[in-house]
């Protein structure tokens, strides 16, 4: 064998188990406040490993009903998200007054779910406001994220352990152009019941061609409401208010991350 | 434990076809397996006949992971026109060999115009008579418009007896098949591949570690850069009315350099794996920004592209041998078919035709042009205006639809203002570094990258391990970091 062949052989090799070492620490390494990203070599390996025990596991959760019976007790529903917020939650906050829900909405500007994960801003507002509901209206700010489904699923994982077992509906992102996976990723994490794909829904767009239009917004609720209703692993009474809209009874705001 | 727990099929599955995951040079995948495929081609790289066997099952594999059974349209297309080849050459009757050229012509554009463009088709008969044809559900094979653009070249220059044919089907199964070609080109003749292949001389120092540090700066433009600041261009072009005249233009610049970046950087990496793999494969971009007017640019563009339509589509059509009107109709023809190839959509067309228009106008306007004295000045704004045309251009290319194109390009017009430069810079910092770094290092001259290249040559090999380290590690902190999508500068 051609000497130089087996020094680039060895050298690819050696570069290869390097990653591979640094991948056993799957959140990255801090070295002097650097943030230094590990590969994915031994996480997909894990992957690979934990499908046949993932599928035995959901194998015996078929058996469990995953749609809990109608609830019309009055709830304590906190709806948090990014700007999208602005059009949904008073469209929300009406059906909340027809039916005595108590709404809290916390919209922070230009937020992701990488925002929320990195943060402990949930679990302070579910200490805060001690909601039994939550909405989420999030991913309109990570459309375009390359290798989203490695990069975001650990803050996604985060949010829904901040969640616990606390019922909630994230309402997916009004997509205007395709999404580099961030809706699949939704789909492929977040219980059954639990997710609405808004991607696929038609929007009238407000000026800058990404949020819907205040009407639009109010009929893309109505549209989660009546899903909650059909498909919806937590449904809660939510009757139908009439057209209108309404005001949270609080409403929080955070400036767009830095 | 959890060796009871691993399921066969799906390990199986890492090696199997996913629409969602074609293998690609910067893909981990593809690198694993190239660590098991060296040591193999580099044992039998002297054994001509069964070093070409292994290339092709790792290609037809590499093509079978990225389209699936499609490879076998591959291994037919070489089939065919390898004995088209075998037959023109043979037969002394002209009829008979236009036949065969005409036969072998009209099936590899068949199999590329039915898999490229019939939906396109479909959309526009949707559109002409207000019908309701469901488009078909079709995947592209990948990188059917280069093997089809080689394979046609092959046949042809058999037809015009420029070249010999081969009598080894194994050579052109091979040739078309070849991996390092097969997703994106260069779009390699085969009188310049297959005298390397017949010879197989042993891969020396300077092309197995050259190849490397092409790969190298491959990786970098492609992996780090274009996939960093394609981000950005992607949330502005995706909804171009969201976002100020400042903010656009700044989306054009960052998709004028990413473009580059990701085609270079392809064909760079393409490029080094064949000099690993002891081939000389070419050059397919020479610092295309760097040209001071339409004509160089698109002699420095996508070489192999540029100069395959001027054999096969310009020179055929009459060139410039008809008179000066027939050759500026053949420039349009020649950059329209250039722009379709690219895609399926109007609006590849207009791309074309605003570079076709352009190539006449400067044919035109050259003797004028001579005349004016060439300074640092006139040479400084030669390059502008051929540099904006060209950025002016991609809005085309890159943009969804005809009105995504008007609105980045009104917005310029009417929405621009200076005082979002600081916001910009601010909050994309980032991304405004690295469009600095690229255009900079464009502008790095050759002998300087020669220089590099030979000094890692002769390195040691524990600094080249180091460099390809720090590579890797840049192409992972860069891929998961985000580009702020919003300034909210309003708020």
Sequence with gaps: MNKHYWGLWTLLLAALSFFVVLSFWQDGIKVGGIDIKTGTFVRDLKNTLAIKIDSATTDSAKVKAWRAPMDTTAKNILFIGDSMLEGLAPRLAKYCDKNGHKLVEVIWYSSSTLCWGETARLTELINKYHPNYIFVCLGANELYVPDIKNARRPYLKKMLAEMGDIPYVWIGPPNWDKDTGINDLLARELGKGCFYLSANDKFERSRDGAHPTRESAHKWMDRVIKWIDANGAHPFRLDDPGEGIARASRIVVYQPPV | ?491
């Design chain 2, 1 to 491: 434990m959890m060796l009871n727990a691993i399921d066969l099929t799906q390990l199986l599955s890492l090696f199997s076809f996913n629409r969602d995951e074609p293998m690609l040079f910067t893909s981990g995948l593809f690198w694993v397996l190239f660590l098991v495929f060296l040591p193999v081609y580099a044992l039998l790289k002297s054994q001509r006949h069964k070093m070409m066997i292994f290339v092709i099952a790792f290609s037809l594999f590499f093509f079978y992971k990225s389209s699936g059974w499609f490879f076998l349209l591959l291994v037919a297309t070489s089939f065919i026109d390898w004995w088209v080849a075998q037959f023109i050459d043979s037969s002394k009757n002209r009829t008979e060999r236009r036949i065969a050229l005409t036969v072998s012509l009209v099936l590899s554009l068949s199999v590329l115009l039915f898999f490229k463009y019939s939906n396109f088709v479909i959309w526009n008969i949707n559109e002409l008579i207000n019908g309701n044809f469901q488009p078909l559900d079709l995947i592209l094979p990948v990188g059917v418009s280069f093997y089809t653009f080689r394979t046609i070249s092959y046949v042809v220059d058999v037809y015009k007896g420029k070249i010999q044919p081969t009598d080894d089907y194994i050579d052109y199964l091979f040739f078309l098949s070849y991996f390092p070609c097969l997703v994106a080109g260069p779009i390699v003749r085969a009188r310049d591949f297959m005298p390397q292949l017949q010879e197989n001389k042993p891969a020396t120092r300077e092309m197995i570690y050259g190849g490397l540090f092409l790969v190298m700066l491959g990786i970098l433009k492609k992996a780090v850069f274009a996939d960093y600041i394609a981000q950005y261009n992607n949330i502005a072009f995706g909804n171009p009315s969201g976002y100020t005249g400042f903010e656009l233009l700044m989306a054009v610049l960052g998709f004028t350099m990413q473009i580059y970046c990701d085609f270079s950087g392809y064909s760079d990496m393409a490029i080094g794996l064949g000099g690993i793999m002891g081939f000389d494969l070419g050059i397919n971009f020479n610092y295309p920004y760097r040209s001071l007017n339409v004509t160089e640019f698109w002699h420095r563009w996508h070489i192999t592209l540029s100069t395959w339509l001027r054999d096969y589509v310009y020179i055929p059509l009459g060139g410039n041998r008809k008179g000066k009107v027939r050759q500026h109709i053949n420039l349009m023809v020649t950059m329209l078919l250039g722009g379709l190839w690219h895609g399926a959509a109007w609006t590849f067309v207009v791309w074309g035709a605003g570079h076709g228009i352009a190539l006449c106008v400067h044919k035109l306007s050259k003797p004028w042009l001579d005349r004016i004295e060439s300074t640092p000045v006139t040479r400084f704004f030669s390059w502008l205006m051929t540099f904006s045309f060209v950025a002016f251009l991609w809005i085309f290319f890159r943009a969804n639809s005809f009105h995504a194109a008007d609105q980045v390009i009104r917005g310029i017009l009417t929405d621009f203002e200076w005082a979002y430069l600081p916001v910009f810079l601010a909050r994309r910092s980032t991304w405004c570094i690295m469009l600095a770094i690229i255009f900079g290092l464009h502008f790095v001259p050759r002998h300087v990258w020669d220089r590099m290249r030979d000094w890692f040559i002769n390195v040691h090999w524990a600094v080249k391990l180091v460099i390809f380290i720090v590579l890797i590690q840049l192409v992972l902190q860069f891929a998961s970091a985000t580009v702020q999508p919003f300034l909210y500068s309003q708020f």
